[in-house]
T-cell receptor, first 113, second 116 residues
């Protein structure tokens, strides 16, 4: 079946540090890939997405590139802020209609001043 | 943009009672809605998929008689936890699919259920 594997957390960084959260996937079809963010006490928000190979999703300084050859979709940000502290979920959905979203286990990021 | 609301955001109930959670798409029509459950410090687990006007499709291991899902209109789906027990305490999140968004799902803010 489809699955998403992301690095375990928590990840603790100092403000302005570089962030990478690794994500790899397995899928029977041709998936769309997503990163969602969940701030404390809130629901999920779509952070960015990519729908085909070599696409780069970007938002709020975060980026991730759809790498079909390595089945990866790593999340990066050049300079994190305290306000980026949250749980980040990598996810996939098979294209073609309303398919369920398969989530990774989430990576908690804590940014300290 | 596409907004999904949930009501209530937080509910406490006594063991043995039933609780209804509403999920609404505020500015778009959603033919398909999804219900997820999130345990503390864990990922989201899909419980069921509901299509407007038809019965919900439940994931393996989810009791359909305990978690009743109704999707009576294009903007509203409800999840009723019947005869709730403390182990049902969790964070329940819905999402709605919007045709205009290329089948993207939009998530509600979640409902925290505590059963005492």
């Amino acid at each position: 079946g489809d699955s998403v594997t992301q690095m375990e957390g928590p990840v603790t960084l100092s403000e302005e540090a570089f962030l990478t959260i690794n994500c790899t996937y397995t899928a029977t079809g041709y998936p769309s890939l997503f990163w969602y963010v969940q701030y404390p006490g809130e629901g999920l928000q779509l952070l960015l997405k990519a729908t085909k190979a070599d696409d780069k999703g970007s938002n709020k300084g975060f980026e991730a590139t759809y790498r079909k050859e390595t089945t990866s979709f790593h999340l990066e940000k050049g300079s994190v802020q305290v306000s980026d502290s949250a749980v980040y979920f990598c996810a996939l959905s098979i294209s073609g209609g309303y398919q369920k979203v398969t989530f990774g286990t989430g990576t908690k990021l804590q940014v300290i001043p | 943009g596409a907004v999904v609301s949930q009501h209530p955001s937080w509910v406490i109930c006594k063991s043995g009672t039933s609780v209804k959670i509403e999920c609404r798409s505020l500015d778009f029509q959603a033919t398909t809605m999804f219900w997820y459950r999130q345990f503390p410090k864990q990922s989201l687990m899909l419980m069921a998929t509901s299509n407007e006007g038809s019965k919900a499709t439940y994931e393996q291991g989810v009791e359909k008689d305990k978690f009743l899902i109704n999707h009576a209109s294009l903007t509203l789906s409800t999840l009723t936890v019947t005869s709730a027990h403390p182990e049902d305490s969790s964070f329940y999140i819905c999402s709605a699919g919007a045709l205009a968004g290329g089948y993207e799902q939009y998530f509600g803010p979640g409902t925290r259920l505590t059963v005492t």
